[in-house]
């Protein structure tokens, strides 16, 4: 197809494309190093036209890559040049750049340089320039977890999540809302309270209803992985229950029994 889209001699913007495609679908699929050859592609091309948009593209693809391997130096340095890039040539790359960096600042626990990109984020992706539910969905889900770190309210982190698998749902993105669900059942599951635990799981359920919609199995270790730790942390807040209860118990029938003084 690739070779077919060169002989039809269109414009060099159209190879670019093409290239941005093919490294998503590799990363996609887990094919780390075809779409690290893919991104490098993209860069150059832009490059070769100075075109910044495009550079950028290749910066945050290039980015995406380094975070899945776990390179977090690498991948905040890509996404730092994609904002860069953007904000110089005022292109709508800017909103995936700033958030994707906000989330490898929240990977390190650097909420101060976190929030400022989210807030910024957020005001970009619902005005009226560069109104996009999809990046509203993922700002929204990185809101609530760069609250949950700061030790926010815990109403504004339910609403942020809620926000998010709200636009997902609504928007038809089934992927997103899978993501969305396992993050929130997560941050429900730490909060060792027993209804907690039934949210936890009807999330982590229709995470993976979700994800088996568009046949996407990559999640499916960190679900059952999750409703294992679901299940231990809710019999140990049963056991707590129990035990405090047995103890209140016991205190009352105590001081039933004292002698008066």
């Known amino acids: 197809i690739f070779n077919l889209i060169k002989k039809m001699g269109r414009p060099i913007q159209h190879e670019n494309r093409f290239q941005i495609c093919l490294a998503y679908a590799a990363i996609e699929h887990g094919e780390l190093d075809e779409g690290a050859y893919y991104a490098e592609k993209v860069i150059a091309l832009g490059q070769r036209m100075q075109n910044k948009h495009q550079q950028a ?19 905040e340095e890509a996404f730092q040049e994609a904002v860069r890039l953007s904000r110089e040539s005022e292109t709508d790359q800017l909103l995936p750049g700033m958030y994707r960096l906000a989330h490898i600042y929240l990977k390190q626990n650097q909420t101060e340089r976190a929030a400022p990109l989210l807030q910024e984020a957020l005001e970009l992706a619902t005005g009226f320039r560069l109104e996009n539910p999809y990046h509203q969905i993922q700002i929204y889900r990185l809101l609530a977890i760069l609250h949950l770190q700061e030790k926010r309210d815990a109403n504004t982190i339910a609403e942020y ?9 609504q928007t038809q993105n089934p992927l997103q ?7 929130y059942a997560r941050w429900l599951g730490g909060n060792h309270e027993l209804q907690n635990f039934n949210a936890a799981h009807d999330l982590l359920v229709a995470a993976r209803q979700r994800f088996r919609e568009i ?17 231990k942390q809710a019999r140990q807040a049963e056991q707590n229950t129990e035990s405090a209860e047995l103890s ?3 205190q009352r029938f105590g001081q039933q029994l004292a002698p008066a003084q």
């Open 248 to 250: 209140t118990l016991s």
């Open 177 to 183: 809302y899978g993501l969305g669900a396992i993050a």
């Open 57 to 75: 593209s290749g910066n945050i693809l290039k980015g995406m890559i380094a975070e899945q391997k776990n390179h977090l130096k690498d991948a």
């Open 161 to 169: 999540f809620q926000k998010s698998l709200a636009l997902a749902e």
């Open 215 to 231: 046949q996407y199995t990559r999640s499916d270790r960190s679900i059952q992985e999750l409703q294992t730790w679901l299940r």
